[in-house]
């Protein structure tokens, strides 16, 4: 099949051209594979044929980011994690012997699931995500004070070393004037000046400016910087997604072969496993009503999941800086007054 970049629903023309030429090749059902814009896509040519078509449409995407019931996974998800877990659990080891920090981003175009389903598995000493930062934009500052203040605390354990997985879903919340003023970093751009956010090298700017930070304060800090990108995409799958997509694939097909007795799922649905059950979603329950597409899935900073894998994070913490003892040792490791690197690394609520 290979794989085509086309949106179908950009214009409406577009979207009636691809109704009109199934409908002339005599394609009556049609499975679609994949992510948000896919099943938006899916969504889209079933309500344009207007019952002319059956569409099922059976959620993949690594980023692990589509609404699906009970917080089940989007297949290829946890092959990808386990995959990317291997990487990590290699590089934690360099970074133990050799002394030195790795910043590693993950893929995750709005949501942070791969980056903490895999910082979490592999132990990683941090994972960064967008949806802890509650406002719509952060300042690479902000970021940076995390990793700085990480780096610093793991010290005062006694460990100079350490691995921060960083979601690539951060860069969209950048402020983009911040962006504009970083030294060492070829910022790509389109031609309109605007940056590209999608070849934005995340891992190097933050890298850049954390180094920037030790060597004001006359130290040399080694720090490696590498991203997860597209190795995690092609890899064999693991049993869990193999088991997973034969039962998507049977849904998906039972659902088009049967009749139509439910008018809401008529046109097409989301194929899903709910309590060990197949089930068809109707699209609009899947549609965000504020923007009119597929709903996002952001990880719940509330969950149990996330706070566990907080728990076992190195990073500063408010009680951190209330703790004389603990901050006079920070301030120390930093070359900073306690009461300075308190203002300087205060906790945001």
């Keep these: 099949l290979h794989t085509s970049r086309t949106n179908p629903t950009r214009r409406p023309e577009d979207l009636e051209t691809c109704v009109a030429t199934l409908e002339k090749l005599g394609v009556s059902h049609l499975i679609t594979i994949g992510g948000d814009d896919t099943s938006y896509g899916a969504s889209e040519i079933a309500r344009a044929a207007n019952g002319r078509l059956k569409v099922a449409h059976v959620p993949k995407t690594i980023d692990n980011d589509l609404p699906l019931p009970g917080d089940m996974p989007t297949f290829g998800y946890e092959t990808a994690r386990h995959v990317g877990t291997g990487i990590v659990l290699n590089l934690r080891e360099d970074s133990r012997t050799t002394n ?9 175009r709005h949501a942070g699931h791969l ?28 970021v940076c004070d995390v990793l700085e203040g990480a ?14 997985i960083i979601a690539e879903g951060i860069g969209s919340k950048f402020n983009k004037r911040d962006l504009r003023n970083i030294s060492g970093v070829e910022i790509p751009r389109d031609e309109y000046g605007n940056i590209r956010l999608s070849e934005l090298p995340l891992a190097r ?8 930070r030790f060597a004001e304060r006359g130290e040399a800090m080694g720090i490696v910087d590498l991203t997860l990108g597209y190795e995690l995409r092609s890899a064999a799958p693991i049993p869990f997604d193999i088991d997973y997509t034969r039962t998507l694939g049977h849904g998906a097909v039972r659902f088009l072969l049967a009749g139509s007795g439910d008018e809401n799922t008529a046109r097409g649905a989301m194929i899903c496993v709910v309590d060990s059950q197949l089930k068809a979603v109707p699209f609009e329950d899947m549609r965000d ?44 490791e930093a070359s900073m007054q306690p009461d300075a690197f308190k203002r300087r690394f205060a906790i945001k609520s």
């Design 115 to 142: 980056a903490l389903g895999i910082g979490k598995a592999s132990a990683s000493t941090i994972t960064i995500i967008p949806e802890e930062f509650k406002q719509p934009t952060v300042s690479l500052s902000e």
């Design 100 to 108: 030195r920090w790795y910043f590693i981003v993950a893929m995750g």
């Design 151 to 164: 780096i610093l605390k793991r010290r005062v354990g006694g460990r100079p070393d350490g691995v921060a």
């Design 289 to 332: 009503a504020r923007t009119g597409k597929t709903t996002i899935r952001m990880v719940d900073t509330d969950s149990l999941y996330y706070e566990v894998a907080r728990r076992y994070m190195i990073r500063l913490e408010a009680a951190d800086l209330e703790d004389d003892e603990m901050l006079k040792r920070l301030a120390a």
């Design 205 to 212: 700017i933050l890298r850049v400016e954390v180094e920037r």
